[in-house]
């Protein structure tokens, strides 16, 4: 649980807390009770809503903020810079790629010589499966093709 210290504003954990107290001669306690919170004048510190980043941004903390009498963590979002951006890219289109290599794994049997598939309906799944990566929108909005 994080605690926020009224007079000085600081935010610490409550095993920081304890140590301050010990550290500097200050009271200490069994239980942080709303009793004990208000002797030692602290608040509690409730988690606050998540921030809902883009595909190109983070969520970071962006300290606390107070709500209706209440101290929430407070969350903001950051765009990522091209390097990200880019990684990421390169991250979603490898993975792609790692599931249309299972997906034509997956289907080599039917290529084979005496396999009783339609040889021609595979072949056109399976060629359709390798252009993937040319459609539009890869590697984030893609449409697989339909298993024959």
């Known amino acids: ?11 610490m954990f409550e ?9 500097n001669d200050g009271p200490s306690y069994d239980q942080l009770t709303l009793e004990v919170m208000e002797a030692l004048g602290v608040d509690s510190i409730f988690e606050g809503p998540q921030a809902q980043p883009t595909r190109y941004q983070v969520a970071f903390r962006d300290g ?32 792609i790629r790692q599931q249309r290599t299972e997906k034509l794994k997956d289907s080599d049997w039917t290529q084979i010589a005496d396999s009783t598939a339609d040889k021609t309906a ?10 993937i990566t040319a459609q539009a929108g890869f590697p984030w909005t893609i449409t697989w093709p339909e298993t024959p």
């Open 15 to 23: 095993s920081e807390l304890r140590e301050y107290l010990k550290a």
């Open 64 to 95: 606390v903020e107070q709500i209706e009498g209440k101290w929430y963590t407070k969350y903001s979002v950051s765009d990522m810079n091209q390097e990200a951006k880019d990684a990421l890219d390169t991250a979603q289109a490898k993975a």
């Open 122 to 131: 595979w072949a056109t799944y399976r060629q359709a499966l390798r252009d």
């Open 1 to 11: 649980m994080q605690i926020r210290i009224r007079q000085s504003g600081a935010v």
